[in-house]
């Protein structure tokens, strides 16, 4: 094939076509092998980046490096044979091709290439894989790490040409807000940007006893490595909290609000005694037993700064994080596991009740239905053998099962559709009761939201098992009394 008729992706040996700003379509460069809907064009140092791929994916033989095409001449990435017009998709078909289509047409081969481009020139076409190429490592002179020689560019790109990290000033500083003015009690966001729950930090600069700590276990390691050099070092989140200018009121939480979630089943008479216990600790100490923190947070979460007295990894400034998520229904408080109850979480409980009572109801969206709705009544999305809600047990369990021998009787004379086998039936995926109000109670008394009870429920039928439907359950709404039975 001539020189002039050749096409652009065959070059000889490692030349390249010069490279040229665009000055038709736009200011960048574009790829001398692929159309602009392959390759955006981009600018000069990710275009060097992208043709090192093309080389990479590109065959070499007889003194050619054949580079993979995308101007559009077939549908997909192709290769272009030097000595005929012949495409090929597949690079192993291609390597093939090349090898019978030059044997057919030895007097056209080229030249031998000289010994300075041997090493680049090599066939690469046998019965395995050869690397064309040997793999050049070089030491990244900012981080020192060892890392490819083609991907050092882009490495130090994503690595190390971020924008300097700001001072923290007047203008920009991490949110805080103060929860305890008498021990200089605050919380601080761990990062600017994106949610985090906050950090607590004590900045106690008045008084006998001076105390300031930041709760970052990284932070308490560079205050320390810094004491030996720098005795006047901060971390960014006490340096924040200079400016802090919000502060959140402790909530005094009241023994009859926790009554009353008692009387609710919301916990037992244990875990009152507890709650009640901690208060009182609190109190001796002269700290809020539990404040709610607004910084940097969603609507649809809670964070409420909890007291612990026993002083750990979680809790080095005498205070545990409880976070609430009301879309998710989910508990969350760094002392427990998922799905597992602690002393924090009832307590956080106990002053969102109080404060913010519409939580503990179950509220529907247009978005959302009924059965979709989140209820916080649990950390689990099922129900547990150990709620006390559901299952019910004794009274609880008589009146159910006498309620549904009386009310839920399978009738004698079944319709058609329901008696003959049908597979392809459209069963429900959400078991919600009909019942409004309470059928044993007299008079019109209501019944309460529908609450998850699984999600794991079945349904069986004559001829087959329904898996996972979602099993609902009305419940008498708390305070209203059940005549005897």
Request: net charge positive.
């Amino acid at each position: 094939m001539a020189e002039s008729t050749r096409h652009i992706t065959i070059q000889r040996g490692n030349e390249l076509p010069e490279l040229q700003q665009c000055n038709k379509c736009c200011s960048n460069y574009h790829c001398p092998f692929c159309s602009a809907s392959v390759f955006k064009p981009a600018k000069l140092i990710k275009l060097k980046s992208h043709i090192e791929s093309h080389f990479n994916k590109g065959v070499v033989y007889g003194g050619f490096t054949i580079y993979r095409c995308g101007l559009g001449c077939r549908t997909a990435m192709h290769h272009h044979c030097p000595y005929c017009t012949t495409t090929i998709l597949r690079r192993r078909d291609f390597e093939i091709h090349v090898k019978i289509c030059t044997q057919r047409q030895l007097p056209t081969l080229p030249t031998i290439p000289s010994p300075s481009t041997a090493a680049l020139t090599t066939p690469a076409v046998s019965s395995e894989r050869v690397c064309v190429r040997p793999v050049i490592k070089k030491r990244c002179p900012i981080c020192n790490i060892l890392i490819n020689k083609k991907n050092l560019k882009k490495h130090i790109d994503r690595k190390h040409t971020e924008q300097p990290k700001q001072d923290i000033n007047a203008t920009f500083h991490l949110a805080s807000q103060c929860i305890d003015r008498t021990n200089g009690i605050f919380t601080v966001l761990k990062v600017s940007k994106g949610h985090s729950v906050p950090l607590h930090i004590q900045l106690k600069t008045w008084g006998e006893h001076h105390k300031v700590i930041c709760e970052s276990h990284e932070c308490q390691v560079n205050m320390e490595v810094a004491q030996s050099a720098l005795s006047s070092y901060q971390c960014k989140h006490i340096r924040s909290v200079t400016y802090c200018t919000s502060t959140a009121e402790p909530v005094f939480l009241e023994e009859d609000i926790l009554t009353e979630m008692v009387k609710a089943k919301w916990f037992s008479n244990e875990k009152k005694m507890i709650c009640l216990t901690r208060q009182q600790l609190a109190n001796s100490n002269c700290v809020p037993l539990s404040v709610q923190t607004s910084i940097g947070t969603p609507e649809t979460k809670k964070l409420i700064s909890v007291f612990e007295p026993n002083v750990s990894y979680y809790s080095q400034l005498g205070r545990v994080m409880v976070e609430y998520d009301s879309k998710l229904n989910t508990w969350h408080c760094p002392c427990a596991k998922l799905r597992r109850s602690c002393v924090h979480k009832y307590i956080a409980k106990w002053h969102l009740f109080q404060t913010q009572r519409e939580l503990f109801r179950t509220v529907f969206s247009r978005e959302e239905s009924p059965h979709d709705a989140p209820h916080p009544q649990s950390e689990e999305k099922d129900f547990r053998e150990d709620s006390p809600v559901y299952p019910p047990k004794d009274l609880g369990l008589n009146n159910m099962v006498r309620y549904i021998l009386q009310h839920k009787k399978i009738p004698v004379d079944l319709p058609d559709d329901v008696r003959v086998p049908s597979p392809d039936k459209d069963y429900p995926r959400n078991l919600c009761p009909d019942e409004s109000v309470c059928q044993s109670c007299p008079g019109v008394v209501p019944l309460s939201d529908p609450i998850l009870i699984t999600k794991k429920a079945k349904i069986l039928t004559n001829w087959s098992i329904i898996e996972v439907p979602t099993l609902w359950n009305v419940l008498p709404l708390p305070g209203v009394e059940r005549p005897p039975t």
